[in-house]
C-alpha cells in the first residue's frame, strides 16, 4: 500500500533541493532535466507494480524534459478502448495528485489521431512530442508509427503551412519584435517557442520523433543532431543552444520569483532576476535585459533561416526563365533575391544586397541569409568596412520605399552596427519603467515604418510626408535622434547631433545635409513639449518656438521627425489629443512663418478661423466660443457639441456632465460656474470612482463658466468606463459641488482600497521632479511623476492649499508617467514669486512622494 503523504513529503523535498540549488538553476538544461526526471521517478515509483492496459505517456514541455518550475506536467493516456480503461486512468490521475504530482492529463486513442491531423493542430502537435512512460509500450510503439503514417504528403505540406500561419498568429497576439520591453519568453518573437516550433517542422517534414531517450533536452538533441548533418554551421548552432538556454534560465527565475507559472517578463521581475544573475550597479536591468536581447534576437534570426528554407522546399519553384540577373552577383526570381555564385562577401556586396531587396521589395533565399550573416561576422571580426560600403548605405537611405523594412534587416542580421557604430550600444538599449514599448534601437526604425506609411494618406501629415522631396533627411534625423541615449538620457539630442555630424560627413554627406539632420535630432524633443505642455493660444510661447525656425522646411521635418517618434514609443502614447495639438502647433507656426507675422499678430487675425465645419454660427454661440480662452476648444468639440455645451449653460443648472467613448478611452465633459478647487474637486471624484486620468483640458469662459473635459479609463481594467456607472460619477460630480459629499472623508475611504492592488497596476517607480519656467504673463510649473490613482487630486489640491491659482494645465499620461504643466498665478492674481519657487517645489515633491 502506497503512503500517500509519504510520497508527497519527499517529492516535495526533492523538488525544492532543485529548486533551491544555485549551481542547477545557473545551468538551465541540467535543471530541466533534473526536474523532469525527478517527476519521472516518482510516477515510476507510485505507479510501479500495476499492470495497465493503456500506454502513459509525457508531453509538452515535460517530454522535452525542459520542465520549468511550475509548468504544467503533462501526461497523455493512450488507449484502444476507453470504457476498458476509465477506472484505472481516474485512479492513477487521483493517486499522482495525492502524492503531489499535480498533472494536467489528457486521453488518447487512435480515431483522435485523424480527428486532431484535420482539426486541431496544437492538439496534434501533442501528439508528435510523447515520450513513453509506463504501461503498454507496444501500444505507445504502434500510436507513435501511426501517427506519422497518417501524414501524407499533401497533409504533410498543409500541416507545415498551418504551422506558418500559428506562428503568425502567435506573433500578432504576443509580439512580433524580439525586442519588446515586457516579453513574453515563451510566445513572443525570439521566445522559446520559436525553436520549439522549427523542431515540430522538422518533425513533421522528415516524418521522425525528436525524443530520444538521452538524458538531455530535446532542444539540445536537436541542435546537435543539425550540426551532425550540417544543416546549420558550428558557429550558428553554438549561438542558438546558448541563446535557448540563457532564455530557459530566464523562464525557470521567472517561475521561481514569482511562485508560480509566468512567462510575461515584467520590469518588477526584471529587476529581481537581474539581481539573481549577478548584475549590479543602477544599470543592472539594462545589462540583463541586453543579454536578454541578443538571445531573442538569435532565436528568432534562426527561426526565420530555418522556416524560410522548409518554406522554398515546399513551394512550387519557378522557372528559371523567370530569374532576372541585377548584375555579376545577384539575381531576382519572383520575389526572391538570391547569389549567383557562394562566396564570402565584403561589406559592400552585403550593402547591395540589401539595396535590391528594398527596391524590388524582395527578400532573401535562405543560402543568400545565411551567406550575409557568416559574412558579417568576419567582417565585423577583422573591421574590414570597404571603401564603396557608405555610397550603398547612402542609396538604401534614398530608396523610394521599404527605407524601415530594409533597417530592420540590417539590423536584425547584425550589418547596422558594423556600418554605424554607435549602434553596438544602442541595440538592447532601454530606459527601465519608462512608457517605451520597444528598445531603443527597435523604436527608431518603428518610427521610420510609421512615417513611410503616410505616403499617399490624405491627411496633413500624409501631405507633408508625399511632398518631401529630401526625404533621406527625415529618416537620417530618425536613424540619429536616440542614438546617444547610451551614453545619457538627459541631453542626448544634443550628444546625438553631434555624434550625427561625425558619422554622416564619415559617410560622405555633405554639410548643408548634416547641418539639417544635426538641426532636426537636437529639437526632436521640442515640439511635443511645446504642444503638450503649453498654451498654444499664448503669443509668448508660439514667438518662442517659431523663433527656432529659419523656413517652413524645417518645421515640416521636425513635424514629421515628432509623429514619427512618438507613434513608435507605445500604442497608446498617440492619441487623437496629441495628434491635434501637435497640429494646432503645426498650423499657428506656419502660418507666422509664412506670413512673418507674431504670435499676436496670429491669434486675433484671420489667419486661424473657426474650423470649416463651423459654417453659419449664430451670433450667441459663436459669442460663446470667443469668450474662451483657448481656441483649441473648436478642434477638441464639434459644433453639435459646442451648441450642447451653450444650451446646457443656459439653462443655469449647478453642473452638467456628458459621456462619451473615444477609442480606448471615456470622455468626461463637465460644465459647471468655477469656484475654489474646482479641479481638485472633479479629479477627487474621478479618483473615487476608479478611475485614471490620462489627459484633461481646461477651458474657461470670461464669465467664469468652466468647460473641463478629462480622458479616463477604469485604472484595473484599463478598459472604457461602462456606461450604467456614469449615474454614479454624475452623481458624486454634484454632491461634491453642492457640499453635500465629503471628498476628504471618501478618499480616505477608497484608500484602504487602493494600497492592496495599485501597485499591480501602476509598476514604475522613480523620483518626482518639479520645474518652473519663466513667462511674461504668469508661472509655469512642470510636474514629472511615476503615475498613481489620486495623484491629480493630490497635486491640485496642495495647490490650492499654498494658494496657487490655476489659470490653465494640460494633463499628459504616458502609460505609468504623467507630465502635468500648470499656468499659475499667487492669491493676489500674480506671477509667483521666485522667491517661493523652493518652498512650493518642496511642499509639492512631499505631497507626491506620499502617496507614490
Known amino acids: 500500500m502506497i503512503n500517500a503523504i509519504q510520497i508527497k513529503k519527499s517529492f516535495l523535498a526533492d523538488r525544492d533541493k532543485i529548486f533551491k540549488d544555485p549551481a542547477k538553476i545557473d545551468e538551465a538544461f541540467k535543471f530541466c532535466v533534473e526536474y523532469s526526471l525527478l517527476v519521472e521517478e516518482y510516477i515510476f515509483k507510485i505507479l510501479e507494480g500495476s499492470k495497465f492496459n493503456f500506454a502513459l505517456a509525457s508531453a509538452g514541455s515535460f517530454s522535452r524534459r525542459e520542465l520549468s518550475p511550475y509548468s504544467d506536467i503533462d501526461l497523455m493516456f493512450i488507449v484502444d478502448n476507453l470504457e476498458e480503461n476509465d477506472k484505472q486512468i481516474q485512479s492513477a490521475v487521483r493517486l499522482l495528485w495525492d502524492c503531489g504530482i499535480e498533472v494536467s492529463h489528457t486521453v488518447r486513442d487512435f480515431n483522435d489521431i485523424k480527428k486532431y491531423l484535420e482539426e486541431d493542430l496544437h492538439g496534434f502537435t501533442q501528439f508528435i512530442e510523447t515520450r513513453f512512460l509506463i504501461g503498454n509500450e507496444k501500444l505507445f510503439t504502434e500510436w507513435v508509427a501511426s501517427i506519422f503514417r497518417s501524414i501524407s504528403d499533401e497533409k504533410q505540406t498543409q500541416l507545415i503551412i498551418q504551422f506558418f500561419n500559428d506562428t503568425e498568429q502567435r506573433l500578432n497576439k504576443y509580439g512580433s519584435s524580439s525586442k519588446q520591453l515586457e516579453p513574453n519568453v515563451k510566445y513572443s518573437a525570439g521566445g522559446l517557442r520559436d525553436l520549439q516550433a522549427v523542431e515540430w517542422i522538422y518533425s513533421i517534414k522528415n516524418r521522425t520523433s525528436l525524443v530520444d531517450q538521452n538524458e538531455i533536452t530535446q532542444s539540445e538533441s536537436f541542435i546537435t543532431?543539425?550540426?551532425?548533418?550540417?544543416?546549420?554551421?558550428?558557429?550558428?548552432?553554438?549561438?542558438?543552444?546558448?541563446?535557448?538556454?540563457?532564455?530557459?534560465?530566464?523562464?525557470?527565475?521567472?517561475?521561481?520569483?514569482?511562485?508560480?507559472?509566468?512567462?510575461?517578463?515584467?520590469?518588477?521581475?526584471?529587476?529581481?532576476?537581474?539581481?539573481?544573475?549577478?548584475?549590479?550597479?543602477?544599470?543592472?536591468?539594462?545589462?540583463?535585459?541586453r543579454k536578454y536581447f541578443e538571445a531573442s534576437n538569435v532565436l528568432s534570426r534562426f527561426f526565420k533561416t530555418m522556416t524560410r528554407h522548409v518554406e522554398e522546399e515546399i513551394s512550387m519553384p519557378l522557372s528559371n526563365f523567370l530569374a532576372v540577373q541585377l548584375d555579376e552577383d545577384f539575381f531576382l526570381k519572383g520575389n526572391t533575391l538570391s547569389i549567383i555564385q557562394n562566396r564570402e562577401l565584403n561589406l559592400s556586396d552585403i550593402l547591395r544586397g540589401f539595396y535590391y531587396r528594398g527596391l524590388y521589395s524582395a527578400r532573401f533565399d535562405e543560402n543568400l541569409r545565411s551567406l550575409i550573416i557568416e559574412s558579417s561576422e568576419n567582417i565585423e571580426e577583422n573591421r574590414l568596412l570597404g571603401l564603396n560600403s557608405s555610397v550603398f548605405f547612402r542609396e538604401i537611405i534614398r530608396l523610394p520605399k521599404n527605407v524601415g523594412d530594409t533597417l530592420y534587416h540590417l539590423n536584425e542580421l547584425g550589418i547596422l552596427k558594423i556600418i554605424l557604430p554607435e549602434y553596438k550600444d544602442l541595440n538592447g538599449f532601454f530606459?527601465?519603467?519608462?512608457?517605451?514599448?520597444?528598445?531603443?534601437?527597435?523604436?527608431?526604425?518603428?518610427?521610420?515604418?510609421?512615417?513611410?506609411?503616410?505616403?499617399?494618406?490624405?491627411?496633413?501629415?500624409?501631405?507633408?510626408?508625399?511632398?518631401?522631396?529630401?526625404?533621406?533627411?527625415?529618416?537620417?534625423?530618425?536613424?540619429?535622434?536616440?542614438?546617444?541615449?547610451?551614453?545619457?538620457?538627459?541631453?542626448?539630442?544634443?550628444?546625438?547631433?553631434?555624434?550625427?555630424?561625425?558619422?554622416?560627413?564619415?559617410?560622405?554627406?555633405?554639410?548643408?545635409?548634416?547641418?539639417?539632420?544635426?538641426?532636426?535630432?537636437?529639437?526632436?524633443?521640442?515640439?511635443?513639449?511645446?504642444?503638450?505642455?503649453?498654451?498654444?493660444?499664448?503669443?509668448?510661447?508660439?514667438?518662442?518656438?517659431?523663433?527656432?525656425?529659419?523656413?517652413?522646411?524645417?518645421?515640416?521635418?521636425?513635424?514629421?521627425?515628432?509623429?514619427?517618434?512618438?507613434?513608435?514609443?507605445?500604442?497608446?502614447?498617440?492619441?487623437?489629443?496629441?495628434?491635434?495639438?501637435?497640429?494646432?502647433?503645426?498650423?499657428?507656426?506656419?502660418?507666422?512663418?509664412?506670413?512673418?507675422?507674431?504670435?499676436?499678430?496670429?491669434?486675433?487675425?484671420?489667419?486661424?478661423?473657426?474650423?470649416?465645419?463651423?459654417?453659419?454660427?449664430?451670433?450667441?454661440?459663436?459669442?460663446?466660443?470667443?469668450?474662451?480662452?483657448?481656441?483649441?476648444?473648436?478642434?477638441?468639440?464639434?459644433?453639435?457639441?459646442?451648441?450642447?455645451?451653450?444650451?446646457?449653460?443656459?439653462?443655469?443648472?449647478?453642473?452638467?456632465?456628458?459621456?462619451?467613448?473615444?477609442?480606448?478611452?471615456?470622455?468626461?465633459?463637465?460644465?459647471?460656474?468655477?469656484?475654489?478647487m474646482l479641479l481638485s474637486k472633479l479629479c477627487g471624484v474621478l479618483a473615487i470612482n476608479d478611475l485614471n486620468i490620462h489627459d484633461a483640458r481646461i477651458f474657461t469662459r470670461k464669465d467664469g463658466i468652466v468647460i473641463d473635459s478629462f480622458a479616463v479609463s477604469d485604472f484595473r481594467t484599463h478598459k472604457l468606463v461602462e456606461p450604467e456607472r456614469y449615474h454614479k460619477i454624475e452623481n458624486d460630480l454634484y454632491e461634491v459641488l453642492a457640499g453635500t459629499l465629503q471628498l476628504t472623508n471618501e478618499m480616505t475611504r477608497m484608500k484602504s482600497k487602493w494600497w492592496r492592488i495599485e501597485n499591480k497596476f501602476f509598476k514604475r517607480s522613480g523620483k518626482v521632479k518639479i520645474v518652473f519656467e519663466e513667462h511674461e504673463k504668469f508661472s509655469i510649473l512642470d510636474i514629472f511623476s511615476p503615475d498613481r490613482l489620486g495623484l491629480l487630486y493630490t497635486i491640485t489640491q496642495k495647490m490650492s492649499e499654498l494658494g496657487l491659482s490655476i489659470y490653465f494645465a494640460k494633463i499628459s499620461t504616458k502609460a505609468d508617467d504623467v507630465v502635468d504643466s500648470f499656468y499659475l498665478l499667487d492669491r493676489n492674481g500674480r506671477k509667483v514669486s521666485v522667491s517661493d519657487y523652493e518652498f512650493i517645489k518642496t511642499e509639492l515633491t512631499e505631497a507626491i512622494e506620499q502617496i507614490l
Not at 522646411?553 to 512618438?566: G, I, N, S, W
Open 225 to 289: 543532431m543539425l550540426r551532425s548533418k550540417k544543416d546549420s554551421s558550428h558557429k550558428e548552432t553554438k549561438r542558438v543552444l546558448e541563446s535557448y538556454e540563457f532564455i530557459l534560465k530566464v523562464r525557470n527565475l521567472l517561475h521561481l520569483v514569482c511562485k508560480q507559472r509566468n512567462d510575461r517578463l515584467e520590469y518588477s521581475a526584471q529587476e529581481k532576476i537581474a539581481r539573481q544573475l549577478n548584475y549590479h550597479g543602477h544599470n543592472a536591468v539594462v545589462q540583463f535585459m
Open 431 to 676: 530606459q527601465p519603467g519608462v512608457y517605451h514599448h520597444y528598445t531603443a534601437d527597435e523604436h527608431t526604425i518603428v518610427a521610420i515604418k510609421n512615417v513611410e506609411k503616410l505616403q499617399n494618406e490624405e491627411t496633413l501629415l500624409g501631405r507633408l510626408y508625399t511632398g518631401l522631396k529630401e526625404k533621406d533627411i527625415l529618416f537620417l534625423a530618425l536613424i540619429f535622434h536616440d542614438v546617444a541615449k547610451p551614453i545619457s538620457i538627459s541631453g542626448h539630442e544634443i550628444l546625438g547631433s553631434e555624434i550625427a555630424s561625425s558619422e554622416m560627413f564619415r559617410l560622405g554627406y555633405s554639410e548643408e545635409e548634416v547641418e539639417k539632420v544635426k538641426f532636426l535630432v537636437v529639437n526632436h524633443l521640442y515640439m511635443e513639449q511645446i504642444a503638450f505642455r503649453r498654451n498654444l493660444n499664448d503669443a509668448e510661447t508660439l514667438n518662442t518656438f517659431t523663433s527656432r525656425f529659419e523656413s517652413v522646411e524645417q518645421l515640416d521635418l521636425l513635424y514629421l521627425v515628432t509623429f514619427a517618434d512618438l507613434s513608435a514609443v507605445n500604442p497608446v502614447v498617440w492619441t487623437e489629443w496629441k495628434s491635434n495639438l501637435l497640429e494646432e502647433l503645426y498650423r499657428k507656426s506656419k502660418a507666422m512663418l509664412e506670413e512673418q507675422v507674431s504670435g499676436e499678430e496670429i491669434l486675433y487675425s484671420s489667419v486661424i478661423t473657426f474650423p470649416s465645419s463651423f459654417s453659419g454660427l449664430d451670433s450667441t454661440l459663436q459669442e460663446h466660443i470667443e469668450s474662451i480662452n483657448d481656441m483649441s476648444y473648436t478642434q477638441i468639440f464639434t459644433e453639435e457639441e459646442i451648441a450642447s455645451h451653450l444650451e446646457e449653460i443656459e439653462k443655469g443648472n449647478l453642473i452638467s456632465v456628458f459621456f462619451k467613448e473615444l477609442n480606448a478611452f471615456t470622455n468626461i465633459t463637465v460644465i459647471t460656474k468655477d469656484q475654489q
